[in-house]
C-alpha cells in the first residue's frame, strides 16, 4: 500500500530532551515536506526537501533540523525541545515538486512540557 | 504574502443535500490550488488538484472550481452522506512546486444524518 509513515503518533517529552520524529514513504517520490498543524494557525511549513541532500527552510524551521540522506526518509530532529513547540506534525510527499498531488502521514502529536 | 481564507469554520448539513464549501486567496498570481480532506485523527486526504490554466475539477460526487482574477475557489459536494463529514482544506502554490504552499484553516463540515 502506497503511504506515508510517521513514528511516533504521540510523543510527550520534556523540555530540552532531544527526539526525532520519523518519517518514510515507499512511493519514490522525490519531494518531502514537514508541517506543523496550530488551532486557529493552519498548517505552516518546516522544511521541505527536493530531492536526495536537498533541503530547505520553509516558514517556521526555528528548533528544527532535517536532513534528506536517502530518498525514502526524511527525519525531522528537535534537538532541543521547547514547549512551544507543542503541537501536530505532519509528514507529506510527493511525486516531484511540480502539478502533483501532496500525500500526507497520519501525523504525530507532540508534548512538550 | 498570500493568505488563504476558508468561511464559514464549520457547517452543519443534512444527510442528501448539495453543498458548497469556499476558499478566497488574496494573491491571484498562483500555479495551482488542492481541496483535501482531514479525518479526526489522521493526515490530509488530497480530494482534487486545479491548474490556473482551468476552471474546474471533478472526482465523483465533487467538483472544484476556480477563479483566479476574483481570488476564489469552491468545492461543490453533491448528495451529501454523513461518511463526507470532515475538516476541508485548501491550499495555493504560487509557482511550479508543492514548497510554497499556503494552506486555509478549514471548513469542519457535519452531515446530520
Known amino acids: 500500500e502506497a503511504q506515508v509513515t510517521q513514528n511516533p503518533r504521540y510523543l510527550i517529552t520534556v523540555t530540552g530532551k532531544k527526539l526525532t520524529v520519523t518519517c518514510s514513504q515507499n512511493?519514490?517520490?522525490?519531494?518531502m515536506s514537514w508541517y506543523r498543524q496550530d488551532p486557529g494557525l493552519g498548517l505552516r511549513q518546516i522544511y521541505y526537501?527536493?530531492?536526495?541532500?536537498?533541503?530547505d527552510k520553509g516558514d517556521v524551521p526555528e528548533g528544527y533540523k532535517v536532513s534528506r540522506k536517502e530518498k525514502r526518509n526524511f527525519p525531522l530532529i528537535l534537538e532541543s525541545p521547547s514547549p512551544n513547540q507543542t503541537s501536530l506534525y505532519f509528514c507529506?510527499?510527493?511525486?516531484?515538486?511540480?502539478?502533483?498531488?501532496?500525500?500526507f502521514g497520519n501525523g504525530t502529536r507532540l508534548t512538550v512540557t | 504574502k498570500q493568505e488563504v481564507t476558508q468561511i464559514p469554520a464549520a457547517l452543519s448539513v443534512p444527510e442528501g443535500e448539495n453543498l458548497v464549501l469556499n476558499c478566497s486567496f488574496t494573491?491571484?498570481?498562483?500555479?495551482?490550488l488542492q481541496w483535501f480532506r482531514q479525518d479526526p485523527g489522521k493526515g490530509l486526504t488530497s480530494l482534487l488538484l486545479?491548474?490556473?490554466?482551468?476552471r474546474e475539477q471533478t472526482s465523483g460526487r465533487l467538483n472544484a472550481s476556480l477563479d483566479k482574477s476574483s481570488g476564489r475557489s469552491t468545492l461543490y459536494i453533491a448528495a451529501s452522506q454523513p461518511g463526507d463529514s470532515a475538516t476541508y482544506l485548501c491550499?495555493?502554490?504560487?509557482?511550479?512546486?508543492?514548497?510554497?504552499?499556503?494552506f486555509g484553516t478549514g471548513t469542519r463540515l457535519t452531515i446530520i444524518p
Open positions: 507529506a510527499s510527493s511525486w516531484d515538486s511540480g502539478n502533483s498531488p501532496l500525500h
Open positions: 512511493m519514490n517520490h522525490e519531494y
Open positions: 526537501s527536493m530531492n536526495v541532500e536537498v533541503t
Open positions: 494573491d491571484s498570481a498562483i500555479y495551482n
Open positions: 486545479i491548474q490556473s490554466s482551468q
Open positions: 491550499a495555493v502554490s504560487p509557482n511550479f512546486g508543492n514548497e510554497k504552499l499556503t
